[in-house]
């Protein structure tokens, strides 16, 4: 399974990729043939409190599936848009 971190106008630190990696890897267990996860971390304007936005593109077995949530920080972004990918991925298994 291939994974690309983007990061838009900002570097991640080594923390929060190690963070992305550790979770992105749990996708597996729901489709064993997990081709592509793209994440891409952002920024949002203004500066508030929940401006970090990510977005992750994943490509399976099912066919493709999109999240994206923005919350206080980028772990919590990245939480809750996995729930949101595991959800779709399971309705699409299940329509099989």
């Given amino acids: 399974m291939e994974v690309k971190i983007n990061a838009v106008k900002f570097e991640p630190n080594e923390k929060l990729q190690q963070f992305i ?3 992105v890897a749990k996708v597996e267990r ?12 952002k920024l ?14 994943f490509t399976g ?3 493709k599936f999109f999240a994206s949530k923005t ?13 949101a ?5 399971k309705k699409a298994k299940d329509k099989e």
Wanted: hydrophobic fraction near 40%; include cysteine; proline fraction near 2%.
């Fill in 21 to 23: 990696q550790k979770k």
């Fill in 30 to 41: 729901w489709d064993a043939h997990a081709a592509l996860i793209d994440v891409t971390m």
């Fill in 44 to 57: 949002v304007k203004p500066e508030t409190n929940l401006n970090k936005e990510v977005q992750i593109n």
């Fill in 61 to 63: 077995s099912n066919g």
């Fill in 71 to 83: 919350c206080d920080t980028f772990e919590e972004a990245l939480d809750l848009s996995l729930e």
């Fill in 85 to 89: 990918l595991e959800r779709q991925v």
